[in-house]
């Protein structure tokens, strides 16, 4: 089968890791797969798909392109390719994909949503949705919170019976390559990265790997680690990762007076960051909103505890006081009551380290997620 993947971008975030797992799925399946990305493309990420036999198009387009142009445009290539099944990762420009898909007379589309709704998307983005999945031959959604929230109901793939017609919508969690990321961990001297970083041997070092945006709420971690610091506890606050909110965010360490005790790292390569995440003690993931978590999964598969908002896709990734910790959404005085655990009992790092990683393992490995598509596909097509 010719299959198609369409994406905005390929970049460094949860929906190209995700797109790059279903591609190595259908590369096992013995499946040619295309992705089309519309907009901005990080060539290291390109590169990783090349690597899995995915063709890789880049379209260029300027995001102020028009909505009809998009769709010419779309469709035109649609007729050229003419491919078995388009998958479109439904983000902005989210349904116009699956009209111009539609337009060229694309028989089988399937979407992925990857964020949860909330009031910010407003009841316009609701409707879209729910017109797009009409036009779909199924939607899926990357946690059972997420579906919910779109849709009213959820339900997992695994939960629905083989002689069941499947519904509409379902859910099919991203998944996490635990055993790349155990070679990564294998393979890090923790001592001597913390050296680079200026980092003694007696700080706790409480990290995040995320985008620098406002839905990440990274401020939300650095108001609740400034308790953490006045309450006169060595450790140290390890942010990877770039983006738009930066230099207000190191603004706000410098109003706090906690500098010094705040290690912004940069944006960098997925591989270097799964380093940094390695000599980190504790994860934090302080999202105002969640799809799925893949950050929090991927500290999991480290064994490193997570601490994060207890939300949508984060509530179905962590098992409160026994994987980590769930604190209430954008409450600093609950994260920091969660931190100090951690600081106070250094034995509570080690035992709920090694129960994420089992959980990762039984539930979101990526051996989970291709026995689940492959199940999809040959329900779908009989592959």
């Not at 990305?37 to 060539?43: A, G, P, R």
């Not at 949860?116 to 009409?134: C, D, E, N, Q, W």
């Not at 034995?347 to 709920?352: G, N």
Request: net charge positive; hydrophobic share 45%; charged share 25%.
């Amino acid at each position: 089968m010719n299959l198609l993947i369409t994406i905005p971008c390929l970049l460094k975030g949860g929906t190209e890791m995700q797109s790059l797992q279903l591609v190595k799925v259908l590369t096992n399946l013995g499946h040619q797969s295309t992705i089309i990305c519309y907009f901005e493309y990080d060539i290291s990420i390109v590169e990783e798909f090349k690597k899995n036999n995915c063709e890789v198009i880049l379209l260029k387009l300027n995001r102020t392109i028009s909505s009809l142009e998009f769709i010419k445009k779309l469709k035109l290539l649609f007729k050229k390719i003419k491919p078995d099944l388009v998958h479109v990762q439904y983000m902005a420009p989210g349904m116009l994909p699956i009209i111009a898909g539609r337009i060229a007379g694309v028989r089988n589309i399937i979407t992925t949503v990857h964020q949860p709704y909330t009031k910010s998307h407003g009841i316009k983005a609701k409707l879209f949705l729910r017109i797009s999945s009409l036009l779909c031959k199924h939607v899926i959604l990357v946690s059972k919170n997420a579906e919910i929230s779109w849709f009213g109901s959820g339900i997992q793939f695994s939960e629905i019976p083989q002689n069941k017609k499947l519904p509409k919508h379902f859910t099919i969690y991203n998944s996490i390559d635990v055993k790349q990321l155990e070679s990564i961990k294998n393979n890090v001297d923790v001592l001597k990265e913390r050296q680079k970083l200026k980092i003694n041997d007696e700080s706790i070092v409480f990290g995040m790997v995320s985008r620098l945006s406002n839905e990440k709420g990274i401020d939300i971690a650095i108001k609740a680690f400034k308790k953490v610091i006045d309450a006169k506890h060595n450790s140290i606050l390890l942010i990877v990762g770039g983006g738009k909110e930066e230099d207000k965010l190191k603004k706000l360490c410098k109003d706090l007076q906690i500098s010094e005790y705040v290690i912004f790292y940069g944006e960098t390569y997925w591989k270097k960051a799964m380093k940094l995440l390695v000599i980190m003690d504790v994860v934090l993931v302080s999202s105002r909103f969640e799809g799925f978590g893949l950050s929090a999964a991927e500290s999991m598969a480290m064994e490193k505890p997570v601490i994060a908002s207890n939300l949508f896709g984060l509530k179905e990734l962590i098992k409160h006081n026994i994987t980590g910790f769930l604190f209430e959404p954008e409450n600093t005085e609950d994260l920091k009551k969660y931190m100090l655990m951690f600081i106070m009992n250094q034995k509570l790092k080690e035992s709920l380290g090694n129960l994420a990683k089992i959980r990762i393992i039984k539930k979101f490995s990526f051996k989970k997620f291709e026995q689940i598509n492959r199940n999809l596909y040959r329900r779908l097509f009989d592959i």
